[in-house]
T-cell receptor, first 115, second 115 residues
Framework: KAGVTQTPRYLIKTRGQQVTLSCSPI?????VSWYQQTPGQGLQFLFE???????NKGNFPGRFSGRQFSNSRSEMNVSTLELGDSALYLC??????????????FGEGSRLTVL | AQSVTQLGSHVSVSEGALVLLRCNYS??????LFWYVQYPNQGLQLLLK??????LVKGINGFEAEFKKSETSFHLTKPSAHMSDAAEYFC?????????????FGKGTTLSVSS
């Protein structure tokens, strides 16, 4: 079974631009969540989608948004990039549909550098 | 609100020595607790989880953790370290009453293993 696939793996943007990251979950997984990982703040929850609906949202500004498609693939978008948005963005999928069991399967991440 | 504190951002042990990585949590409800491992340039992998069953939890690669409610701790141990255990380890907590898969992660502990 293929794992969680994230594209692109690396990208460089400049301040003010926007970026879209893509995530394909493990086949059959309907929940997709996104995390931001930085040296200073560690791993922070961005949002989670289940059946094309945002189920949970972390404490990030509105510049960070996401969506999920009917095939469970998900994208996240960051608009008006700031230097502080430089981070590893991790996508995780989960097979569970109820309760917060924390069984997450992570992709290798998309490393964003903002210049 | 929930939070996780990992004591020691860096732990160094010799091959064959005991590994002890400390995690304390704060939660207003009985939590679910997790340990994840991240190898360089990879995503996170679930090591083990506590979901209110047995307080001593065994995970992959010989790791185990004990949930101690009185100490609000969930320390990770391994009797004998191996070179391949060198990685970053994250403790995480979730609210089992909340739908979805949002996890609160600690800042991580980097484990170094010397020969």
């Amino acid at each position: 079974k293929a794992g969680v696939t994230q594209t692109p793996r690396y990208l460089i943007k400049t301040r003010g631009q926007q970026v879209t990251l893509s995530c394909s979950p493990i086949s059959g997984h309907r929940s997709v969540s996104w995390y931001q990982q930085t040296p200073g703040q560690g791993l922070q929850f961005l949002f989670e989608y289940f059946s094309e609906t945002q189920r949970n949202k972390g404490n990030f500004p509105g510049r960070f948004s996401g969506r999920q498609f009917s095939n469970s693939r998900s994208e996240m978008n960051v608009s008006t990039l700031e230097l502080g948005d430089s981070a590893l963005y991790l996508c995780a999928s989960s097979p569970r549909v109820d309760g917060n069991t924390g069984e997450l399967f992570f992709g290798e991440g998309s490393r964003l550098t903002v210049l | 609100a929930q939070s996780v504190t990992q004591l020691g951002s860096h732990v160094s042990v010799s091959e064959g020595a005991l590994v002890l990585l400390r995690c304390n949590y704060s939660s207003s409800v009985p939590p679910y607790l997790f340990w994840y491992v991240q190898y360089p340039n990879q995503g996170l992998q679930l090591l083990l989880k506590y979901t209110s069953a047995a307080t001593l939890v065994k995970g992959i690669n010989g790791f185990e953790a004990e949930f101690k409610k009185s100490e609000t701790s969930f320390h990770l141990t391994k009797p004998s370290a191996h070179m391949s255990d060198a990685a970053e380890y994250f403790c995480a907590v979730s609210d089992p009453n909340q739908a979805g898969t949002a996890l609160i992660f600690g800042k991580g502990t980097t484990l170094s293993v010397s020969s």
